[in-house]
């Protein structure tokens, strides 16, 4: 099974691009796409030019002012000893060092903060920006620099949604088997067949959200929610759902711990807090299928779009959740009382297990599907599955 890649450090490329302590201006227009206020990057570069030049100020005149206070003598309380003011000289150099790092934290904070483009994102992209804050923060704050690192983040928004879209895949089916059903990969090597894996689009159960509180969630779940509610949402070309997970569970916490079946806008979900889970129903199957032709596409477990593959593929593919029971009876026949190879399947580790269990299921299947009369080709008669495109927000 070709390994998830949902670790590239997004932020980190930005960064290498940019200029620091610059002062080159460009006429540039913002993409619609920030959903920032008119003019607010030319206001706030503005605001902290004029920000910096009255601390220049301020200092020089504070460091001329305690020149000539100097010059003057000390007061009756530093002579009697009584008082803890020494009356040095101020270190202008590292003044003006300190107070204009601490004005350009305020600057980029203020774009930070007041785009909508890092909200939209999953919480490990944000994470990956507040934790190289340090870097960001020595840029200069110019519209050249302002506006490059937001084109950057709007250019790199396919990728990082395509990046998004797998956390949340792997969110639902690392920690348990039974989220998920398997068919036959698209892509094998000389080595191993490839086992292709799509969450159920009937129910998923995700477990470690015990209830600590009655009054609300606990914060990593919320944080698990909203990740799940930007997803879904661009799948379904919206910006956001119209009620989301994370307002389900802020607002009608209670009836979801009494055991309430509630419904958000993609999902119906039931709450156990003594155990932990929650069990999630898809309210549009199609949008947790799109899910599973997103990443399969991008993990190969599906073909490229352009690629000619026979209709028993799809048709296998289609009916993976039908076929799944057969699947998983025919594969654990002869496993011992602790072994099960859908579990090893998931396990990452340097033993080859996995791809040995991976192997072992995709041969299972491989049976299923002939006792059904399916041959699977790779090359055929054209697919008549639509291409397969991510909803634009």
Do not use: M, Y
């Given at each position: 099974m070709k390994p998830a890649e949902c670790a590239r450090d997004w932020i980190g490329d930005l960064l290498a691009s940019m200029v620091v302590d610059k002062n080159e201006e460009s006429d540039l227009k913002l993409p619609g796409e920030l959903a920032l206020p008119p003019s607010f990057v030319e206001t706030q570069c503005a605001a902290f030019r004029a920000a910096a030049k009255a601390m220049r100020e301020a200092v020089r005149m504070e460091a001329v002012a305690t020149h000539y206070a100097n010059r003057i003598g000390h007061t009756m309380a530093q002579l009697n000893g009584r008082s803890l003011c020494s009356g040095e000289a101020l270190d202008v150099r590292k003044t003006l060092e300190v107070r204009y790092g601490a004005l350009k934290d305020?600057?980029?904070?203020?774009?930070?903060?007041?785009?909508?483009?890092?909200?939209?994102?999953?919480?490990?992209?944000?994470?990956?920006?507040?934790?190289?804050?340090e870097s960001i923060k020595k840029l200069d704050f110019t519209e050249t620099n302002v506006y490059g690192f937001l084109l950057g983040l709007v250019e790199s928004q396919q990728e990082m949604q395509l990046d998004m879209a797998c956390d949340v895949f792997d969110t639902i089916t690392r920690y348990h088997s039974d989220n998920t059903v398997f068919y036959r990969g698209w892509k094998s090597n000389d080595k191993h067949r490839t086992c292709g894996m799509r969450i159920r689009t009937t129910r998923f159960v995700l477990p470690g959200h015990r209830g600590d509180s009655w009054s609300s969630p606990r914060w990593e779940t919320q944080q698990m929610l909203a990740d799940f509610d930007k997803v879904f949402a661009m799948l379904d070309g919206k910006c956001q759902p119209a009620e989301g997970l994370c307002d389900v569970f802020t607002n009608r916490y209670a009836d979801l711990r009494q055991g309430q079946r509630v419904s958000s806008s993609y999902f119906d979900i039931r709450y156990y807090p003594g155990a932990g889970t929650i069990h999630f129903f898809a309210r549009d199957?199609?949008?947790?299928?799109?899910?599973?032709?997103?990443?399969?596409?991008?993990?190969?477990?599906?073909?490229?779009?352009?690629?000619?593959?026979?209709?028993a593929f799809w048709l296998q593919f289609n009916q993976a959740e039908k076929l799944d029971k057969e699947v998983r009876t025919e594969a654990r026949k002869g496993c011992g009382r602790w072994d099960d190879p859908f579990r090893e399947l998931m396990w990452k580790d340097s033993e080859g297990r996995s791809a040995a269990a991976g192997d072992k299921i995709a041969g299972v299947i491989d049976q299923v599907l002939a006792a059904r009369g399916?041959?699977?080709?790779?090359?055929?008669?054209?697919?008549?599955?639509?291409?397969?495109?991510?909803?634009?927000?």
């Open positions: 305020r600057a980029w904070s203020s774009v930070l903060r007041s785009t909508e483009t890092l909200t939209r994102l999953s919480q490990k992209v944000q994470r990956q920006a507040e934790s190289q804050f199957k199609a949008l947790v299928d799109r899910l599973n032709r997103v990443v399969g596409r991008h993990r190969q477990w599906l073909p490229p779009e352009s690629e000619r593959v026979s209709d399916i041959t699977l080709t790779l090359e055929g008669a054209p697919s008549a599955e639509p291409p397969l495109l991510l909803a634009e927000a």
